[in-house]
């Protein structure tokens, strides 16, 4: 072999080393990329990419609550099925089986997924709903949504509207579980 084959052969070599390396050096820096991307990926994001999916989610004091995701919003969740739905917002979420991989980013979000809590407990009062009103200590209560405010619902208990008024801020608020009856 001549010397210059020599030459252009170890050449040949320290360019595959390099390409090697740049390769090696370019997997991590898209590895550590990747972790840093998903370190902004929110739970609602990841719930959107599951609606219509069966999921069950965990809560304090309720346990474990099991349905159809059939709405997600920034801060909350609505999960249907088996005559009951439930509101859920996410800060109480302690746990979710049953979601998606993937996730939906809130730029892609219709204008209506992106309305808040209180656009859902608006809906609940407007139906006139019984409902079961979880809140952070453990309690429930039997009620209906009256009215809902910025940062509160006001709700009573009994058919009647003499029955008794509770304030629930919402940062009280485990969950909403609505029944199939309504008020007459």
């Known amino acids: 072999m001549s010397w210059e084959n020599e030459l252009f052969a170890l050449?040949?070599?320290?360019?595959?080393?390099?390409?090697?390396?740049?390769?090696a050096d370019r997997?991590?820096?898209?590895?550590?990329?990747?972790?840093t991307e998903y370190g902004s990926v929110t739970l609602a994001s990841r719930l959107m990419a599951s609606r219509g999916e069966e999921v069950a989610l965990h809560l304090p004091h309720v346990g474990r609550i099991e349905g159809r995701l059939d709405r997600v919003g920034g801060s909350w969740c609505l999960l249907g099925g088996q005559g009951q739905d439930w509101i859920v917002p996410l800060r109480w979420v302690v746990g979710v089986r049953g979601a998606s991989e993937r996730s939906v980013p809130e730029v892609a979000w219709s204008p209506v997924d992106r309305l808040g809590l209180r656009a859902a407990l608006r809906r609940v009062a407007d139906a006139e709903a019984r409902c079961v009103v979880h809140l952070v200590d453990g309690t429930r209560h039997e009620a209906y949504v009256e009215r809902v405010g910025a940062d509160f619902l006001e709700c009573r208990s009994g058919a009647d509207r003499l029955g008794d008024l509770l304030?629930?801020?919402?940062?009280?608020?485990?969950a909403v579980q609505s029944r199939e009856d309504q008020r007459t």
């Open 167 to 174: 304030l629930v801020p919402y940062d009280g608020l485990v």
């Open 11 to 23: 050449f040949d070599d320290l360019e595959g080393q390099a390409t090697a390396l740049w390769e």
């Open 27 to 35: 997997e991590a820096e898209l590895a550590d990329r990747a972790r």
